[in-house]
């Protein structure tokens, strides 16, 4: 344990264990602390009375003339002994009490950082990591907070506390030879727990790799459910995850033998002590030095001292496996965000909602640009669309715009102020995102669209629906407004999600819009009625459409075409059109793709209508 980063760790703890702003959490940590030491105190009775017992029993109890005759008597000696361990053990209670609700504090407050620090944390890093592995890594480093906490405060002292009281009463009643052989038991049992400890963190590092691998890849599997269904994979997925779990079958099998072989060793150890000790008091008894209650006592008192020798392998075992387990989530608070608030930064001031990209230059990977100096301004109410080949940048102007990156050259502004000197809060609050892939909580359809503005009025969620389109399709279902739509809304189609995506961004009322590709992955038929929904909410609010298919996009102020990071063409559709570019080109593809579809659908149509027709009865 003396590995630097475990010393980190446990500082980073600190104010966990020892919350500053809870006065009151303080004082249920020395109250317990002060019940356990009282609790050892009386523990240190518990052998005196079992040997005034056997010594009264035997008839070598000498009783003082100032002790009534009754109080040492075997049966209430007895009495004693026993009442002595209900009230040692009440105060233990009384402590673990006492403590539950410091221990819950921590876990609570370093999950709730963690969660926050999750969200702070810039796009980059979330498209990198899978979600399965990063909820194990909370769920497990939460378990081991209350661990350590518990251990490192209420345990760690005390335990030094009893062997320390140990030693004493056996120095002074015994002499220095029982101390010395309880030392030498201690060191030696403490050294063997400490090493074998130390081997089986190592396992224990590996069981929880095969175990995050595991849970990622069923995690991974069940969130494209569909998709394995599509191709038939359920015994490829259910292979790969059953290989994880076979890595962590191995690497659990190793945990749970090399515990059995900690365990022997330390009975070997404490077992060896125990008999030397043992062997020197039955030889002091058959030399008359002692009494045969002197040989239970200090059987007692070995078998006592057996509960905190395990306890402090059981301690340090657990604080360094706690310390394994939430080495992870403190690397994770230690990343720093990508994208933060200037230290002076102020709430985005909207005026108008003019957008502008000067001069922009940025890359995912400096290998890689993406946008070579790009430039364009976005006047307020007006509709400025962005379009080009797959690749040439069009989602990064988006992730520019609500700042989840930070340009490596150039500026982007609103209404003239630059988006990295204002908070990202007033920045994110004053634009409006309908995205390709609409992703809805499991919840209900008034919880997702009122995620636009959470203290919506009830008449202000139906208005936005009603604007959204989507009004008589709620109106349909049975539990209406408060139908739960599934995981990511796959109880819902297409159509139906990028209008609940619309109505929560009617419903937020942003004076700016960002359109990104929002009718791409629908149908032709889904994609007009879609497209008059958006038109609506784009009326009087600055603009920007990201788009796939142009047919969405004619009746922009301005058409921005990019191909390899730069702009290569601007102007309206007929202006692009006239010029016969690469907007023109682009055009007549989709067009004679769109006029294809049509085609197949009037063949389909009539296929069906003949259908109908031959099914249809003669009649004279």
């Given at each position: 344990?003396?590995?630097?980063?475990?010393?980190?760790?446990l500082?980073?703890?600190w104010?966990?264990?020892?919350?500053?702003?809870?006065?009151?959490?303080?004082?249920?940590?020395?109250?317990?602390?002060?019940?356990?030491?009282?609790?050892?105190?009386?523990?240190?009775a518990?052998?005196?009375?079992?040997k005034?017992?056997?010594?009264?029993?035997?008839?070598?109890?000498?009783?003082?003339d100032?002790?009534?005759?009754?109080?040492?008597?075997?049966?209430?000696?007895?009495?004693?002994?026993?009442?002595?361990?209900?009230?040692?053990?009440?105060?233990?209670?009384?402590r673990?009490?006492?403590?539950?609700?410091?221990?819950?504090?921590?876990?609570?407050?370093l999950?709730?950082?963690?969660?926050?620090?999750?969200?702070?944390?810039?796009?980059?890093f979330?498209?990198?990591?899978?979600?399965?592995?990063?909820?194990?890594?909370?769920?497990?480093?939460?378990?081991?907070?209350?661990?350590?906490v518990?251990?490192?405060?209420?345990?760690?002292?005390?335990?030094?506390?009893?062997?320390?009281?140990?030693?004493?009463?056996?120095?002074?009643?015994?002499?220095?030879?029982?101390?010395?052989?309880?030392?030498?038991?201690?060191?030696?049992?403490?050294?063997?727990?400490?090493?074998?400890?130390?081997?089986?963190?190592?396992?224990?590092?590996e069981?929880?790799?095969?175990d995050?691998e595991?849970?990622?890849?069923a995690?991974?599997?069940?969130?494209?459910?569909?998709?394995v269904k599509?191709?038939?994979?359920?015994?490829?997925?259910?292979?790969?995850?059953?290989?994880?779990?076979?890595?962590?079958?191995?690497?659990?099998?190793k945990?749970?033998?090399s515990?059995?072989w900690?365990?022997?060793?330390?009975?070997?150890?404490?077992g060896?002590?125990?008999?030397?000790?043992?062997?020197?008091?039955?030889?002091?008894?058959s030399?008359?030095?002692?009494?045969?209650?002197?040989?239970?006592?200090?059987?007692a008192?070995?078998?006592q001292?057996?509960?905190?020798?395990?306890?402090?392998?059981?301690?340090y075992?657990?604080?360094?496996?706690?310390?394994?387990?939430?080495?992870?989530m403190?690397?994770?608070?230690?990343?720093?965000?990508?994208?933060?608030?200037?230290?002076?930064?102020?709430?985005?001031?909207?005026?108008?909602?003019?957008?502008?990209f000067?001069?922009?230059?940025?890359?995912?990977?400096?290998?890689?640009p993406?946008?070579k100096?790009?430039?364009?301004?976005v006047?307020?109410?007006?509709?400025?669309?962005?379009?080009g080949?797959?690749?040439?940048?069009?989602?990064t102007?988006?992730?520019?715009?609500?700042?989840f990156?930070?340009?490596?050259?150039?500026?982007?502004?609103?209404?003239?102020?630059?988006?990295?000197?204002?908070?990202?809060?007033?920045?994110?609050?004053a634009?409006?995102?309908?995205?390709?892939?609409?992703?809805?909580?499991?919840?209900?359809?008034?919880?997702?669209?009122?995620?636009?503005?959470?203290?919506?009025?009830?008449?202000?969620?139906?208005?936005?629906?009603?604007?959204?389109?989507?009004?008589?399709?709620?109106?349909r279902?049975?539990?209406?407004?408060?139908?739960?739509?599934?995981?990511?809304g796959?109880?819902?189609?297409g159509?139906?999600?990028?209008?609940?995506?619309?109505?929560?961004?009617?419903?937020?009322a942003?004076?700016v819009?960002?359109?990104?590709?929002?009718?791409?992955?629908?149908?032709?038929?889904?994609?007009?009625?879609?497209q008059?929904?958006l038109d609506?909410?784009?009326?009087?609010?600055?603009t920007?459409?990201?788009?796939?298919r142009?047919?969405?996009?004619?009746?922009?102020?301005?058409i921005?075409?990019?191909?390899?990071g730069?702009?290569?063409?601007?102007?309206?559709?007929?202006?692009?059109?006239?010029?016969?570019?690469?907007?023109?080109?682009?055009w007549?593809?989709?067009?004679?793709?769109?006029?294809?579809e049509?085609r197949?659908?009037?063949?389909?149509?009539?296929?069906?209508?003949?259908?109908?027709?031959?099914?249809?009865?003669?009649?004279?």
């Amino acid at each position: 344990m003396q590995n630097p980063s475990t010393f980190k760790t446990l500082r980073d703890l600190w104010p966990y264990m020892w919350p500053r702003d809870r006065h009151d959490l303080k004082m249920r940590v020395v109250w317990a602390t002060v019940f356990l030491v009282i609790a050892k105190l009386v523990l240190m009775a518990v052998p005196y009375f079992f040997k005034w017992a056997t010594d009264a029993l035997s008839g070598d109890f000498v009783r003082p003339d100032w002790i009534p005759a009754l109080l040492i008597a075997p049966v209430m000696l007895v009495i004693g002994y026993n009442v002595v361990r209900i009230v040692q053990n009440g105060f233990n209670q009384l402590r673990d009490a006492l403590f539950a609700s410091v221990g819950q504090h921590a876990v609570r407050q370093l999950a709730y950082k963690t969660f926050v620090h999750m969200h702070e944390l810039s796009l980059r890093f979330h498209l990198e990591r899978r979600t399965g592995g990063l909820s194990r890594i909370i769920e497990r480093g939460t378990k081991g907070i209350e661990a350590i906490v518990r251990f490192t405060i209420l345990n760690s002292i005390p335990t030094i506390f009893e062997f320390a009281l140990t030693a004493i009463i056996f120095a002074v009643a015994y002499g220095w030879a029982y101390v010395l052989v309880v030392a030498l038991t201690v060191v030696a049992y403490t050294w063997f727990t400490v090493w074998a400890s130390d081997w089986r963190i190592a396992i224990r590092r590996e069981m929880n790799d095969s175990d995050t691998e595991a849970n990622t890849k069923a995690i991974d599997s069940l969130l494209n459910f569909e998709t394995v269904k599509y191709f038939g994979n359920e015994a490829m997925e259910a292979e790969r995850f059953d290989r994880s779990m076979a890595r962590y079958e191995q690497a659990a099998t190793k945990t749970w033998t090399s515990l059995g072989w900690l365990n022997f060793g330390q009975g070997v150890i404490f077992g060896l002590g125990m008999l030397v000790m043992m062997a020197m008091s039955a030889s002091a008894v058959s030399r008359g030095e002692q009494t045969v209650g002197d040989f239970v006592f200090i059987n007692a008192m070995l078998i006592q001292l057996s509960v905190p020798l395990n306890f402090i392998g059981f301690i340090y075992r657990e604080i360094r496996q706690g310390l394994t387990d939430i080495e992870a989530m403190f690397r994770l608070l230690g990343v720093k965000p990508e994208v933060v608030d200037a230290a002076d930064a102020n709430a985005l001031r909207v005026d108008a909602g003019a957008v502008e990209f000067r001069d922009v230059h940025f890359a995912y990977d400096p290998a890689r640009p993406i946008l070579k100096g790009v430039s364009f301004k976005v006047p307020a109410g007006k509709t400025i669309a962005i379009v080009g080949p797959s690749g040439a940048g069009k989602s990064t102007i988006s992730r520019l715009l609500y700042r989840f990156y930070d340009p490596q050259g150039g500026q982007v502004l609103i209404d003239g102020q630059d988006v990295r000197d204002v908070t990202q809060k007033s920045l994110r609050h004053a634009i409006g995102m309908v995205p390709q892939d609409t992703v809805l909580f499991n919840d209900t359809i008034a919880y997702n669209i009122r995620y636009g503005r959470v203290d919506a009025s009830e008449e202000e969620l139906e208005t936005a629906a009603d604007l959204a389109q989507i009004s008589g399709f709620i109106a349909r279902l049975p539990d209406g407004f408060d139908t739960m739509v599934g995981e990511r809304g796959l109880k819902l189609s297409g159509g139906e999600k990028q209008r609940v995506a619309i109505a929560r961004t009617i419903l937020k009322a942003p004076p700016v819009l960002v359109l990104d590709e929002a009718t791409s992955a629908l149908d032709s038929h889904t994609e007009r009625e879609i497209q008059s929904a958006l038109d609506k909410v784009s009326q009087g609010r600055t603009t920007l459409v990201i788009a796939h298919r142009l047919s969405t996009v004619v009746n922009a102020d301005e058409i921005i075409v990019l191909q390899d990071g730069l702009i290569a063409e601007r102007g309206t559709h007929a202006v692009l059109i006239a010029q016969g570019g690469l907007y023109a080109s682009m055009w007549d593809r989709q067009r004679e793709a769109s006029e294809a579809e049509e085609r197949l659908r009037a063949v389909r149509e009539s296929d069906e209508l003949g259908i109908v027709e031959r099914k249809r009865p003669y009649t004279v």
